[in-house]
């Protein structure tokens, strides 16, 4: 009765046994069969930044699809013609996201590299080569610019290095401190360029990679910056030249409104002579014009000068203004009692040899 009941223990006990075995067995069985793996593209070496993707340069390799990184991938025509944005190693999958359509480590055709301070750049620690930027600059309103405000220079530009350094850094190998920033812009962007540092303080914004350059390469937002200059500048110089000809206008008016009159021409002396008459004992001084009565100057003398003053005065008229003979018939009518200078003597009594002063005229 005991080894019968020691059988059925130890048959009860293998048979358990059994049952959990095959259990275990079935499930790793079943598991291995039911894992999907998938094919991607890895780097078969080490790539560096900037290097172009080449088909010696990755290969296909199987990865379970739970363990296949976001974004990898195993058509080649995604990859191909795109150089690497960082360092790639050995065994590592290679994905788009990590590329870039053009190597910015070498400087293409009609773009040049251009530099700025760090010091300058709020965002310095944390840009790298290769990330894009949009290039920014506070302007402050002068005859160039209408007003002060922050302006979109240029946008989505490449950083070529950090330090005249390439290579993208990541943890410990990043520089602490960075001197200087070059960018690669495009030739006809560097005007713009120019203007936003000699105008304004320029600074830098992290950007996407949204394309935005026009059909020659240049920069979308560069073009629209210095037409914004071109505009104002025109829009200055007209008024500027609007404002000349009003004034020239104004001027104009002054002169035809507030121009002096003509001052009467200061009546000059009319060719004459001066002629000196006595008169009841006193020079009387005459301007004689031919054709005009003549004028009164002034006299001098009184009742009591005697006929030698006479004499003496027509002698010293006669010095001072001597006669042209010719002149004698031309105002003859000034002599006689016709003349306009004739006073007939005034009647005295007395001596009967007093005679009555005439005239010399």
């Known amino acids: 009765m005991k080894k019968s009941a020691f059988l059925l223990i130890a048959l009860f006990v293998g048979t358990i046994v059994t049952v959990v075995a095959n259990q275990i067995l079935t499930a790793n069985t079943g598991g291995e069969a039911d894992q999907q793996v998938a094919e991607i593209f890895v780097a078969s070496v080490a790539i560096d930044i900037g290097e172009e993707i080449t088909p010696e340069k990755v290969r296909l390799e199987q990865w379970p699809i739970d363990k296949i990184p976001e974004g990898s991938t195993g058509d080649f025509e995604g990859l191909e013609e795109k150089y690497a944005k960082q360092r790639f190693y050995t065994g590592e999958p290679i994905m788009p996201l990590k590329l870039m359509d053009d190597n910015w480590t070498t400087v293409p055709k009609n ?76 030739k006809k962007d560097q005007q713009a360029w120019a203007y936003a540092g000699e105008l304004g303080k320029i600074q830098l914004a992290l950007g996407s990679d949204a394309d935005y350059s026009t059909e020659d390469g240049s920069n979308q937002a560069a073009a629209e910056f ?129 005679q009555p002063r005439q005239s010399s005229y």
């Open 226 to 354: 210095l037409g914004w200059l071109d505009d104002y500048r025109e829009a200055q110089q007209q008024a500027a030249n609007q404002a000349k000809r009003d004034k020239d206008a104004s001027r104009n008016r002054s002169r035809v409104t507030m121009m002096p009159k003509p001052k009467e021409e200061k009546k000059e002396e009319e060719d004459g002579f001066s002629m000196i008459k006595m008169v009841e004992g006193r020079m009387v001084e005459y301007w004689i014009v031919p054709g005009k009565l003549p004028v009164k100057i002034g006299e001098v003398g009184g009742d009591d000068t005697g006929s030698m003053n006479s004499s003496s005065t027509d002698s010293s008229t006669s010095r001072s203004q001597p006669r042209d003979t010719k002149d004698e018939g031309e105002y003859s009518y000034l002599n006689g009692e016709d003349s306009p200078l004739f006073q007939p003597p005034p009647e005295r009594s007395g001596s009967i040899n007093e």
């Open 111 to 186: 773009f040049s590299v251009v530099a700025m301070k760090a010091s300058d750049v709020s965002i310095a620690n944390l840009i790298q080569p290769g990330d894009r930027v949009d290039v920014l600059a506070f302007f402050e309103k002068s005859e160039l610019v209408p007003q002060s405000m922050l302006k979109t220079v240029l946008m989505g530009v490449r950083v070529y290095a950090l330090d005249g350094d390439t290579e993208r850094r990541a943890g410990d190998d990043r520089p602490k401190r960075i001197q200087n920033i070059q960018l690669l812009i495009h």
